[in-house]
């Protein structure tokens, strides 16, 4: 029972945070909404945190989008756009190893390469495209 008061009181601190803009809380309250820790789980809003979070440039919410493409979570699955949110994570390659340590980071950008076997050429194209969009400048 005091785990579970923990993890109320950590997702309304992620919360307030992520209402005030704090990228990095924005992907930890997205992956507590995905994974329904200290809330129901609501992978329509743990999509709408990672977007808000990609979109300030944190390569981890590239990652929790990519995985909500693959998996169709609360979506069509996608996986051009899975491997874009890939693409665009790499960009921010550097930062991704600061926040999740070099093997957890390896292992987050083996994904893409992991992916791109699968895909076709024009898939691959189209992605690329995409991924031009989604990093931030």
Same mark, same amino acid.
């Not at 997205?30 to 789980?41: D, F, I, R």
């Not at 998996?71 to 665009?88: M, P, Q």
């Not at 292992?107 to 691959?124: F, P, Y």
């Given at each position: 029972m005091a785990l579970d008061k923990k993890i109320a009181k950590l997702f309304v601190e992620l919360k307030l945070a992520a209402d005030i803009? $704090?990228?990095?809380?924005?992907? $930890? !309250?997205?992956? &507590? #909404? %995905?994974? @329904?820790?200290?809330? *129901? +789980? $609501? +992978?329509?809003a743990a999509r709408d945190w990672y977007e808000k979070a990609a979109q300030q440039g944190e390569p981890g919410a590239h990652y929790g989008l990519a995985l909500i493409y693959l998996? @169709? $979570?609360?979506?069509?699955?996608?996986?051009?756009?899975? #491997? *874009?949110? =890939? =693409? *665009?994570m790499k960009s921010g390659e550097s930062l991704l190893k600061t926040r999740y340590g070099p093997v957890v980071a390896e /292992? &987050? !950008?083996?994904? *893409?390469? /992991? %992916?791109?076997?699968? &895909? =076709?050429?024009?898939?691959?194209e189209k992605a690329v495209q995409r991924s031009r969009s989604l990093v931030k400048r």
């Open positions: 803009g $704090n990228s990095e809380a924005q992907v $930890n !309250l997205a992956a &507590m #909404y %995905l994974e @329904g820790k200290g809330t *129901a +789980p $609501n +992978p329509s998996e @169709g $979570n609360g979506v069509s699955k996608d996986k051009v756009e899975a #491997y *874009a949110h =890939l =693409l *665009a /292992r &987050m !950008l083996d994904g *893409a390469s /992991r %992916l791109e076997v699968k &895909m =076709l050429d024009h898939e691959k």
